[in-house]
């Protein structure tokens, strides 16, 4: 399979697996990807996902084969009709665990998870400037979000490798750790989001952070307003409050 699916508690572990090719994006490995997403949202027992990479390397990008098929016009592939920016509309906490290469579009689908995690010494790059490319899907969007405009034009003009030290200072990722702790504290992470967090909390977050990216303070503060009003009204805020004073784990439903 190019992509494995494993349970770890209320943790859904997907595995891009194509550690030859540094697990390079093909279309069969994208459509295995957004499918196993899906699952992992209609799973009620799934709480977060953590995605990674089998190997050295999380995502080198588009496989060349794919690349040079397209050059010569012989690309007769059929990719997913959903977009790359796909994970981003997923109910649940999408945490990326980048382990090592990750590049042009591997970047890409680091960034569309909600939480990055990185090996330290993971080796970074944007890339398409060095291959006669542009910010693919959505990257010239989210970069200057994270990083600012500057730091922004610099990673994507110059396509320079940088490592996952520096993806961290540089606020693309979360946390910068040892490549032999990397799992264990993404897990450790996901865990806790999964024990003690309300899944309809953390849906209508995740839908709150990145739609409201394209708007304006008032609106966001407006539409909150209501969200919190609703959120009132769910069991989730009473199991929450009660889970709190009675000094144990909360008993979250699914989502719905």
């Given at each position: 399979?190019?992509?494995?699916?494993?349970?770890?508690?209320?943790?859904?572990?997907?595995?891009?697996?194509?550690?030859?090719?540094?697990?390079?994006?093909?279309?069969?490995?994208?459509?295995?990807y957004?499918?196993?997403?899906?699952?992992?949202?209609?799973?009620?027992?799934?709480?977060?996902?953590?995605?990674t990479?089998?190997?050295?390397?999380?995502?080198?990008?588009?496989?060349?084969?794919?690349?040079t098929?397209?050059?010569?016009?012989?690309?007769?592939?059929?990719?997913?009709?959903?977009?790359?920016?796909?994970?981003?509309?997923?109910?649940?906490?999408?945490?990326?665990?980048?382990?090592?290469?990750?590049?042009?579009?591997?970047?890409?689908?680091?960034?569309v998870?909600?939480?990055?995690?990185?090996?330290?010494?993971?080796?970074w790059?944007?890339?398409?400037?060095?291959?006669?490319?542009?910010?693919?899907?959505?990257?010239?969007?989210?970069?200057?979000?994270?990083a600012?405009q500057?730091?922004?034009?610099?990673?994507?003009?110059?396509?320079?490798?940088?490592?996952?030290?520096?993806?961290?200072?540089?606020?693309?990722?979360?946390?910068?750790?040892?490549?032999?702790?990397?799992?264990?504290?993404?897990?450790?992470?996901?865990?806790?989001?999964?024990?003690?967090?309300?899944?309809?909390?953390?849906?209508?977050?995740?839908?709150?952070?990145?739609?409201?990216?394209?708007?304006?303070?008032?609106?966001?503060?407006e539409?909150?307003?209501?969200?919190?009003?609703?959120?009132?009204?769910?069991?989730?805020?009473?199991?929450?409050?009660?889970?709190?004073?009675?000094?144990?784990?909360?008993?979250?439903?699914?989502?719905?």
């Amino acid at each position: 399979m190019v992509v494995l699916s494993e349970d770890d508690g209320g943790v859904r572990i997907l595995t891009f697996n194509r550690p030859e090719r540094l697990n390079a994006w093909t279309d069969e490995m994208g459509r295995r990807y957004f499918d196993l997403l899906e699952e992992a949202e209609r799973d009620p027992s799934v709480r977060v996902i953590v995605v990674t990479g089998a190997g050295r390397g999380f995502c080198a990008g588009a496989d060349f084969a794919t690349l040079t098929a397209i050059q010569t016009g012989d690309y007769d592939g059929k990719p997913d009709a959903r977009p790359n920016t796909f994970p981003v509309t997923i109910r649940k906490p999408v945490i990326a665990a980048v382990n090592g290469a990750c590049a042009g579009l591997g970047m890409v689908h680091a960034l569309v998870c909600d939480i990055v995690f990185t090996a330290a010494d993971a080796k970074w790059t944007t890339a398409f400037s060095r291959r006669g490319l542009v910010a693919e899907y959505g990257l010239a969007w989210i970069l200057p979000k994270l990083a600012g405009q500057a730091r922004a034009m610099d990673l994507l003009l110059s396509g320079r490798v940088f490592t996952g030290s520096e993806a961290y200072e540089l606020g693309l990722a979360g946390r910068a750790v040892p490549r032999d702790r990397l799992m264990d504290e993404t897990l450790a992470y996901a865990r806790e989001l999964a024990t003690w967090c309300s899944p309809a909390s953390m849906a209508v977050m995740k839908r709150q952070v990145w739609g409201d990216w394209s708007g304006s303070l008032d609106e966001s503060r407006e539409a909150a307003e209501g969200l919190m009003r609703e959120s009132f009204e769910r069991a989730d805020f009473a199991e929450g409050v009660a889970s709190f004073l009675e000094h144990r784990p909360p008993d979250f439903p699914p989502l719905g």
